[in-house]
């Protein structure tokens, strides 16, 4: 699991959100305005993404020739 650190910026203009990922590799995400809008983007990062399941459409199109 990736580890997440949020950082001050030195000029106090911000945040920045510090990833470590599994593999070790590491990366900053810059410009947060408030320490809750990193503390927002952490959460929605850490929740399952939809992109690695399948996706079941709600509703079935139909396709018509012209």
């Known amino acids: ?3 997440y650190r949020i950082i001050p ?3 106090q203009t911000g945040f920045d959100v510090a990833i ?3 593999d070790g590799a590491r990366q ?7 320490h809750s809008d990193a503390q927002a983007w ?3 990062d850490k929740r ?3 992109a690695d399941d399948p996706w ?3 509703y ?3 396709v018509s020739e012209f």
Do not use: E, Q, Y
């Open 42 to 44: 952490i959460a929605g």
């Open 28 to 34: 900053t995400l810059l410009g947060f305005k408030t």
């Open 60 to 62: 079935f199109r139909t």
């Open 20 to 22: 470590v990922g599994n």
């Open 1 to 3: 699991m990736a580890t």
């Open 56 to 58: 079941t459409p709600s």
């Open 9 to 11: 910026k030195v000029d």
């Open 48 to 50: 399952p993404g939809t």
